[in-house]
């Protein structure tokens, strides 16, 4: 092939190639003659100015588009001459009326005998760029506002080359402007630190630096006029991907104000904290109105129920305290803030608003800013209020704060005052009721442990009554059951003798001996006297038992055995135990421990363990009432009795039951007077009660319960062996 051929070939590849990448380029481009003819347009050209499905190519482009103004015209032939022009955003509005943002260059081509050919023009659309800077340009000018609002600065620290860059509200909160100050940031930043604030803001700073706190310091700064100003930052540190630190940025924004704020409530605090009374309300109008810069303040509460009237508790006139007062509050400001309850300022022409109030006049009053005084229960008391010769900012965010603490402070004063006022009375009227609550408790615990010990008295008289009965026939019966058997010996032998030596008796007699069964009653006669001599012997057991429980005759200290006294108890409750109205029999465990005889009041002894004893056989029916009737098939009740000697030579009584158990809050209350956990009519109350005086009070020992709700109790009791009482009385 020859080198002309491979030239074309390459030229035409080349070409190819050419319009393959204009065509992909998102811009629209085209190439013109000097004729402003068409030689060739990508595919964006023909969408951007709709031309697609169009021959354009040789076609002027003032013939397509006739209506093209003339300066366009004007720059195409300029552009002729050999000038580039471009324009980095021009609107442009489409035949179809939509207006579009475009960037737009157009440039001479130079043909290959160096003469111009024609234009190259190259535009492309960036309205959704406009847009999106027209959003930046606003969130900008937003940003700016807010943070001069709110008196911030921006900063940005080049770590790397020790660089710092202010935007200019940072200036002024420096006191400084680039124009008045042309020194570096940093060196208007380390001047102006207070000399106090250096060493510890430049600790925080290397330890955001190092990564070991973030960076938030508070710091003071002096300005070129020495005014000092208190200022709050906060940065961020920018690290690279191995996490050297290389920027910071943050704000800086001016909390003067509020630091003077504090300082203002801390001396007002400080000033007031240890005062009550009068002393309070004179500090409290003093300071504020020093604080507030204000020329009058006072404190008034309400001194009638429909809340017309106040008086002065203390009045702040200028230079001293004035004299206290009272006013009428219609036509007044205080009319106001008592009508909203809430703030309400008055910023200027004060005597103009109520022209009625000649003490307005007479202070020469021009502005009032005044708050409620609340209770704890939200009743309004009466007002604190300042008032001022010169009008007042309406926007009093910190005074009004003041304002309101004090008001709280001042409200709770009052109440105190009025409390404090009640106070004795209060006092004296609660102790003649302590007195009458207690003599009544214990008249009503005398009136039931009378009727208790009646109850127990008549109970023992008729006890030991009928056993006094039962047991003389009872003892005649068993005297005369051995006499009984030796006759009964002695007949039988006798008949025996008669049938040995008469074997043939008459037929009468013969009848009679077959009629009733001679041999059967001669067989069991013995057993019968025997089983009478064992009923009696158990007549007599329960007889003895009954004298034992019922202790007539011990009202006074005497040595008994405690086991004799349970097992009497036991005896008189045998018929619960055994099970009635259904109720399944309740099994006794007894492990009685080696015990001597104890010095104390057997009746009352015998009267806690009945009250014991009752209360565990009363818990575990409730237990089986409560249970479902499977779980009632394995629940057997039982009650285990256990005594023994503890380490402090006490006797250990312990009643256990498996019953329902009881609640800590029921354990607290169960031996206080008249506490009681059973249906009205099952109980007094007094049970317990009595049985915790008589364990306590006249044994010197000692009665406790522990319980588990679900699963059953114990009451323990712990008496001394000997008497103790003696050495007492």
Same mark, same amino acid.
């Given at each position: 092939?020859?080198?002309?051929?491979?030239?074309?070939?390459?030229?035409?590849?080349?070409?190819?190639?050419?319009?393959?990448?204009?065509? #992909?380029?998102?811009?629209?481009?085209?190439?013109?003659?000097?004729?402003?003819?068409?030689?060739?347009?990508?595919?964006?050209?023909?969408?951007?100015?709709?031309?697609?499905?169009?021959?354009?190519?040789?076609?002027?482009?003032?013939?397509?588009?006739?209506?093209?103004?003339?300066?366009?015209?004007?720059?195409?032939?300029?552009?002729?001459?050999?000038?580039?022009?471009?324009?980095?955003?021009?609107?442009?509005?489409?035949?179809?009326?939509?207006?579009?943002? $475009?960037?737009?260059?157009?440039?001479?081509?130079?043909?290959?005998?160096?003469?111009?050919?024609?234009?190259?023009?190259?535009?492309?659309?960036?309205?959704?760029?406009?847009?999106?800077?027209?959003?930046?340009?606003?969130?900008?000018?937003?940003?700016?506002?807010?943070?001069?609002?709110?008196?911030?600065?921006?900063?940005?620290?080049?770590?790397?080359?020790?660089?710092?860059?202010?935007?200019?509200?940072?200036? !002024?909160?420096?006191?400084?402007?680039?124009?008045?100050?042309?020194?570096?940031?940093?060196?208007?930043?380390?001047?102006?630190?207070?000399?106090?604030?250096?060493?510890?803001?430049?600790?925080?700073?290397?330890?955001?630096?190092?990564?070991?706190?973030?960076?938030?310091?508070?710091?003071?700064?002096?300005?070129?006029?020495?005014?000092?100003?208190?200022?709050?930052?906060?940065?961020?540190?920018?690290?690279?991907?191995?996490?050297?630190?290389?920027?910071?940025?943050?704000?800086?924004?001016?909390?003067?104000?509020?630091?003077?704020?504090?300082?203002?409530?801390?001396?007002?605090?400080?000033?007031?904290?240890?005062?009550?009374?009068?002393?309070?309300?004179?500090?409290?109008?003093?300071?504020?109105?020093?604080?507030?810069?204000?020329?009058?303040?006072?404190?008034?509460?309400?001194?009638?129920?429909?809340?017309?009237?106040?008086?002065?508790?203390?009045?702040?006139?200028?230079?001293?305290?004035?004299?206290?007062?009272?006013?009428?509050?219609?036509?007044?400001?205080?009319?106001?803030?008592?009508?909203?309850?809430?703030?309400?300022?008055?910023?200027?022409?004060?005597?103009?608003?109520?022209?009625?109030?000649?003490?307005?006049?007479?202070?020469?009053?021009?502005?009032?800013?005044?708050?409620?005084?609340?209770?704890?229960?939200?009743?309004?008391?009466?007002?604190?209020?300042?008032?001022?010769?010169?009008?007042?900012?309406?926007?009093?965010?910190?005074?009004?704060?003041?304002?309101?603490?004090?008001?709280?402070?001042?409200?709770?004063?009052?109440?105190?005052?009025?409390?404090?006022?009640?106070?004795?009375?209060?006092?004296?009227?609660?102790?003649?009721?302590?007195?009458?609550?207690?003599?009544?408790?214990?008249?009503?615990?005398?009136?039931?442990?009378?009727?208790?010990?009646?109850?127990?008295?008549?109970?023992?008289?008729?006890?030991?009554? $009928?056993?006094?009965?039962?047991?003389?026939?009872?003892?005649?019966?068993?005297?005369?059951?051995?006499?009984?058997?030796?006759?009964?010996?002695?007949?039988?032998?006798?008949?025996?003798?008669?049938?040995?030596?008469?074997?043939?008796?008459?037929?009468?007699?013969?009848?009679?001996?077959?009629?009733?069964?001679?041999?059967?009653?001669?067989?069991?006669?013995?057993?019968?006297?025997?089983?009478?001599?064992?009923?009696?012997?158990?007549?007599?057991?329960?007889?003895?038992?009954?004298?034992?429980?019922?202790?007539?005759?011990?009202?006074?200290?005497?040595? #008994?055995?405690?086991?004799?006294?349970?097992?009497?108890?036991?005896?008189?409750?045998?018929?619960?135990?055994?099970?009635?109205?259904?109720?399944?029999?309740?099994?006794?465990?007894?492990?009685?421990?080696?015990?001597?005889?104890?010095?104390?009041?057997?009746?009352?002894?015998?009267?806690?363990?009945?009250?014991?004893?009752?209360?565990?056989?009363?818990?575990?029916?409730?237990?089986?009432?409560?249970?479902?009737?499977?779980?009632?098939?394995?629940?057997?009740?039982?009650?285990?009795?256990?005594?023994?000697?503890?380490?402090?030579?006490?006797?250990?009584?312990?009643?256990?039951?498996?019953?329902?158990?009881?609640?800590?809050?029921?354990? !607290?209350?169960?031996?206080?007077?008249?506490?009681?956990?059973?249906?009205?009519?099952?109980?007094?109350?007094?049970?317990?009660?009595?049985?915790?005086?008589?364990?306590?009070?006249?044994?010197?020992?000692?009665?406790?319960?522990?319980?588990?709700?679900?699963?059953?109790?114990?009451?323990?009791?712990?008496?001394?062996?000997?008497?103790?009482?003696?050495?007492?009385?």
């Amino acid at each position: 092939m020859s080198e002309r051929k491979q030239a074309e070939n390459l030229l035409r590849e080349s070409e190819g190639l050419w319009r393959t990448f204009v065509d #992909i380029t998102p811009a629209a481009v085209a190439m013109f003659d000097r004729q402003m003819c068409y030689l060739v347009a990508n595919q964006a050209w023909y969408k951007q100015y709709g031309l697609e499905n169009r021959e354009i190519i040789g076609r002027s482009h003032y013939e397509i588009f006739p209506d093209i103004p003339q300066h366009w015209k004007d720059i195409h032939a300029h552009c002729l001459t050999g000038v580039t022009q471009k324009n980095d955003a021009d609107f442009w509005v489409r035949e179809d009326g939509k207006g579009e943002w $475009i960037r737009w260059e157009i440039r001479p081509w130079i043909d290959r005998h160096g003469e111009i050919g024609g234009l190259l023009m190259y535009t492309e659309v960036i309205t959704k760029y406009k847009q999106t800077e027209a959003e930046l340009k606003e969130i900008s000018e937003s940003l700016s506002f807010a943070l001069k609002s709110g008196k911030m600065g921006c900063w940005e620290w080049d770590i790397i080359h020790n660089t710092l860059a202010w935007d200019d509200r940072m200036y !002024e909160l420096y006191g400084v402007t680039k124009e008045s100050d042309t020194r570096l940031a940093y060196d208007i930043w380390a001047t102006g630190l207070h000399p106090d604030d250096r060493e510890a803001t430049e600790i925080i700073i290397r330890q955001a630096v190092s990564g070991e706190a973030e960076y938030n310091p508070e710091f003071r700064v002096v300005h070129p006029d020495g005014s000092i100003h208190f200022i709050k930052a906060s940065g961020l540190v920018q690290r690279d991907a191995q996490g050297n630190a290389r920027k910071m940025i943050g704000l800086n924004f001016d909390i003067s104000e509020r630091k003077r704020q504090e300082q203002a409530l801390r001396l007002i605090v400080e000033a007031t904290a240890a005062k009550t009374g009068e002393a309070f309300f004179k500090s409290c109008v003093q300071y504020l109105a020093q604080v507030l810069e204000v020329r009058y303040a006072f404190i008034a509460e309400f001194v009638d129920s429909e809340k017309l009237t106040a008086k002065t508790l203390a009045f702040w006139a200028g230079d001293n305290f004035g004299n206290n007062f009272t006013y009428k509050l219609v036509g007044t400001p205080c009319e106001k803030v008592n009508h909203q309850n809430d703030l309400c300022i008055y910023p200027h022409s004060l005597q103009s608003l109520f022209p009625d109030r000649d003490d307005l006049v007479a202070l020469q009053a021009e502005s009032y800013a005044g708050v409620p005084i609340i209770d704890a229960t939200g009743n309004s008391l009466g007002f604190l209020a300042v008032l001022d010769n010169k009008p007042m900012a309406e926007e009093i965010t910190m005074q009004s704060a003041i304002l309101r603490i004090f008001a709280t402070r001042a409200g709770a004063e009052i109440e105190r005052i009025e409390a404090e006022a009640v106070k004795k009375s209060e006092i004296q009227l609660r102790q003649k009721t302590e007195e009458l609550e207690r003599t009544l408790k214990q008249l009503q615990a005398t009136q039931m442990q009378l009727i208790q010990a009646e109850k127990m008295s008549s109970l023992g008289q008729l006890v030991a009554g $009928i056993a006094h009965e039962i047991n003389n026939p009872v003892n005649f019966i068993y005297g005369n059951i051995q006499c009984a058997n030796d006759y009964a010996s002695n007949l039988i032998e006798l008949i025996q003798l008669y049938q040995e030596y008469y074997p043939s008796p008459p037929p009468a007699i013969s009848n009679f001996t077959e009629n009733m069964d001679l041999e059967y009653v001669v067989s069991d006669f013995s057993q019968l006297l025997i089983s009478m001599k064992t009923g009696a012997t158990r007549i007599r057991d329960i007889v003895k038992s009954l004298r034992t429980f019922s202790r007539l005759d011990e009202a006074d200290l005497k040595e #008994i055995d405690i086991h004799e006294n349970l097992e009497s108890t036991l005896v008189i409750l045998q018929n619960r135990l055994n099970g009635r109205a259904g109720n399944p029999e309740i099994q006794v465990e007894k492990n009685y421990g080696n015990l001597p005889l104890v010095e104390c009041y057997g009746g009352l002894l015998n009267q806690v363990f009945m009250n014991l004893l009752v209360n565990a056989i009363d818990a575990i029916e409730q237990q089986q009432q409560s249970l479902k009737p499977l779980e009632t098939l394995a629940y057997h009740g039982q009650i285990t009795i256990t005594t023994s000697i503890t380490s402090e030579n006490q006797v250990l009584i312990s009643i256990q039951d498996n019953g329902n158990g009881m609640s800590p809050q029921v354990q !607290e209350k169960i031996f206080n007077p008249f506490f009681t956990t059973k249906p009205v009519g099952k109980g007094t109350g007094m049970g317990l009660a009595i049985s915790y005086q008589i364990v306590t009070k006249n044994h010197q020992g000692d009665l406790r319960c522990d319980s588990t709700l679900g699963k059953g109790t114990e009451f323990r009791i712990e008496l001394p062996i000997s008497d103790r009482t003696k050495s007492l009385s």
